[in-house]
């Protein structure tokens, strides 16, 4: 399946978050906590509310990595 070009944008560009060890272990520390609960519909919203978070606040790292990098 052909990988989508933003796809492949958003992984280089957040590379910084998946190579690092204490966000990866919180983010695993979070998935385990959440396979606790019982009701899938709300274990589901959840972790995608969590993504959306975590998606956001990639984006604004970004953005100021962006701006040091001009300056």
């Known amino acids: 399946m052909p990988r989508d070009g933003n796809n492949e944008q958003n992984t280089k560009e957040s590379k910084w978050k998946n ?3 204490i966000y990866l272990f919180e983010l695993q520390k979070f998935l385990d906590i959440v396979e606790n ?25 970004e953005t100021i990595f962006q701006k040091l990098e001009k300056q």
């Open 19 to 21: 190579e690092d060890e």
């Open 37 to 61: 609960v019982e009701n899938e519909e709300l274990r589901k919203e959840i972790i995608a509310q969590m993504l959306k978070c975590d998606k956001r606040v990639t984006q604004l790292a």
